[in-house]
C-alpha cells in the first residue's frame, strides 16, 4: 500500500450542460518497498428522495508520471440490464485500477470524470475515491472531495404510488390514477409521460404518451386506462420553457392486466388458430373444427402505377374441414373482413361447408382476444372461440 494518497486540484467543478467534464488528480507516494494497489470512483447516487442512479461517470484513468496502472470496467450489466430499469443519469458501474509503483516513488493519476445530468436540489455531490490492498485483505480508506455543480438545474417528478412504493396496478380497463408533484413546484405546466412495456404478450402493445397538466401548485392527477396486459415503466418529461433542463424523470412500474380486446394485425399475424367451439350454425355438424391462419405484412403494387405507394396486404388461410380457402383480409377497429377475391383448393366436399365459412367471414365479424384466445362473433349468433396452435 501506498504512504500518501491525495487529491490535488481542488476544488473540482461542473457545469451543466456546456462543462460536465473535470479532471480528478490522485497524488500518490510510495514508501521503501514500493507499492502495489487497487483504486476506483466509488458511486455517488443522488440522495434525493425517489431518484436513482449515479451523479458521476469516470473513464479510464492515465498516468502522470512513473508506474505501472491497469484499468478495466469493473463490470456490466448491474442494475440496468434488469428489464424496465430506469436510472437518472449513469447507472454502470466504473472502472477498477491497479498501480504499482517503485521504491519511493511518486506520481499523479488523471481520473476524468463527468457529471452524469442536471444538477437537483439537495443532491449529493461528494467525488470518493477509495483505495484498497489488491488482495482485498484490509480496509478501504476513502478520499472525498466535494464538487461544486452548477448550470441548468433539473425537475423531479415524483408520482404517488400509495401503498407500495414504486408500483401502481390497473385490471380490465379500470381507471388508475396518476398522480403526483414536481421538484421545483412547476404550476400549470404540461406533462409528457411516456409508457414503454418491458414485460408483455407477444406481440407486445405499443408505447403510449399520457398527457397531464400541473396545477397552480404544480401537482397533478388523472385517470387512466390501459387496453393490454403488460408491465410499464413510466418515464415523465416535465414541458418547462428553458429554465430547467429537460431530463427526464423515473416513474413507477405499472402493471395492467387485461382479458379481452379488439384484435390487431399483429396479434394475429404468422399465427394459426383452431376452433375449440362453433355456434350460431348447423352448417359444421360433422365437421369438428375450423382452422385459420394469418400471414402477411407484404408490401405490394396493387396498381401498377409507380408514382403511387405499395400497399400492405395481409391474408387469411381458412378451412372448415373440407376445402382450404385463401384471400386477402381486413382488420379495422377490431372488425374482421374477407376478400371476395378468393382462391380454394378444390376437393369434393359438401358444399355449404365452405360457403358458410366464406359468407360469415366476408359479412365481417368482430374480432377480439379473450384470455389468448381469438373469438369472432357475427350477426345470427354467431359465435367462434379459436384456441393457438
Known amino acids: 500500500m501506498p504512504v500518501s494518497v491525495s487529491l490535488e486540484g481542488q476544488p473540482y467543478s461542473a457545469d451543466w450542460p456546456d462543462s460536465p467534464d473535470f479532471t480528478a488528480r490522485l497524488k500518490v507516494v510510495a514508501g521503501e518497498e514500493g507499492a502495489e494497489f487497487g483504486f476506483r470512483v466509488d458511486p455517488t447516487y443522488w440522495g434525493v428522495d425517489g431518484v436513482s442512479g449515479l ?103 415524483r408520482f404517488d404510488t400509495g401503498s407500495v412504493p414504486g408500483y401502481l396496478e390497473a385490471s380490465n380497463r379500470k381507471p388508475v390514477i396518476l398522480a403526483g408533484s414536481t421538484s421545483p413546484a412547476l404550476p400549470n405546466t404540461e406533462i409528457l409521460i411516456k409508457a414503454t412495456p418491458f414485460i408483455a404478450g407477444n406481440p407486445p402493445p405499443p408505447d403510449r404518451w399520457i398527457r ?38 423515473c416513474g413507477p412500474t405499472l402493471k395492467s392486466t387485461v382479458d379481452t380486446y379488439l384484435a390487431t394485425y399483429s396479434d394475429l399475424n404468422n399465427r394459426t388458430f383452431r376452433s375449440e367451439s362453433v355456434q350460431g350454425t348447423k352448417k359444421l355438424i360433422g365437421q369438428k373444427k375450423i382452422t385459420l391462419s394469418f400471414s402477411g405484412g407484404k408490401w405490394v403494387d ?33 372488425r374482421l373482413v374477407w376478400s371476395r377475391y378468393l382462391g380454394s383448393t378444390e376437393m369434393a366436399c359438401p358444399k355449404p361447408v365452405d360457403k358458410w365459412l366464406i359468407r360469415t367471414l366476408r359479412r365481417g365479424v368482430k374480432a377480439r382476444l379473450v384470455k389468448g384466445k381469438l373469438v369472432l362473433t357475427g350477426g345470427r349468433g354467431i359465435r367462434i372461440t379459436l384456441a393457438a396452435k
Request: hydrophobic share 30%.
Open 55 to 157: 451523479v458521476f461517470r469516470d473513464g479510464q484513468a492515465a498516468l502522470d508520471g512513473p508506474g505501472q496502472l491497469t484499468s478495466e470496467r469493473a463490470g456490466a450489466g448491474g442494475p440496468s440490464a434488469m428489464p424496465g430499469y430506469c436510472a437518472r443519469g449513469e447507472s454502470l458501474p466504473g472502472f477498477h485500477n491497479e498501480l504499482k509503483l517503485p521504491p519511493n516513488a511518486s506520481t499523479v493519476v488523471e481520473m476524468p470524470v463527468s457529471l452524469t445530468a442536471s444538477p437537483l436540489a439537495g443532491m449529493d455531490s461528494t467525488l470518493r475515491i477509495s483505495y484498497y490492498a489488491t488482495s482485498h485483505s484490509s480496509l478501504s480508506p476513502v478520499i472525498e472531495s466535494p464538487v461544486q455543480v452548477g448550470g441548468k438545474s433539473g425537475v423531479v417528478v
Open 212 to 249: 397531464v397538466t400541473t396545477d397552480s401548485e404544480g401537482n397533478f392527477s388523472q385517470k387512466v386506462s390501459f387496453g393490454r396486459s403488460a408491465f410499464w415503466r413510466l418515464v415523465a418529461f416535465p414541458q418547462d420553457d428553458s429554465t430547467y433542463d429537460d431530463e427526464p424523470s
Open 302 to 334: 396493387h396498381d401498377g402505377n409507380s408514382s403511387t405507394p405499395n400497399r400492405l396486404i395481409y391474408y387469411l388461410t381458412g378451412n372448415a374441414g373440407c376445402n382450404t380457402i385463401f384471400g386477402q383480409y381486413w382488420l379495422k377497429d377490431g
